[in-house]
């Protein structure tokens, strides 16, 4: 079983700048879409950040001009480093923990995996 991992989670203040990392156990094969989301304290989990094999994108109206998802398929140090989020100009109200998740397709058959998640603190 596929196991995602996120990390890059910590405190910064407003107008800072973070990336966020997604990790897999092992070499998934069949990806058609990965995303980025989050979950604030008592809201509802919500996709901010997706981008499909393609290499399109899709951001929500939220994080548009302020966060980047982007595959590193020059990365020799660990072919499982699946995706990143380079977000900027953070505001309090992304304070959440983020996730990762993978879609795949493999003749039909599809599953997707996600991550435990990482903290992502916003704060003077």
């Known amino acids: 079983q596929v196991q995602l991992k996120e990390s890059g989670g910590r405190l910064v203040q407003p107008g800072g700048s973070l990336t966020l990392s997604c990790t897999a156990s092992?070499?998934?094969?069949?990806?058609?879409?990965m995303g980025w989301h989050r979950q604030a304290a008592g809201k509802r989990r919500e996709m901010v950040a997706r981008?499909?094999?393609?290499?399109?994108?899709?951001?929500?109206?939220?994080v548009k001009g302020r966060f980047t998802v982007y595959r590193d398929s020059n990365s020799r140090d660990n072919a499982n480093d699946l995706m990143y989020l380079a977000m900027n100009n953070l505001e309090t109200s992304d304070t959440a923990v983020y996730y990762c998740?993978?879609?795949?397709?493999?003749?039909?058959?599809?599953?997707?995996?996600w991550g435990v998640g990482t903290e992502v603190t916003v704060s003077s």
């Open positions: 092992e070499n998934v094969v069949g990806i058609y879409a």
């Open positions: 981008i499909m094999s393609d290499g399109s994108t899709w951001y929500h109206d939220s």
């Open positions: 998740n993978v879609d795949t397709d493999i003749a039909n058959y599809r599953e997707d995996y």
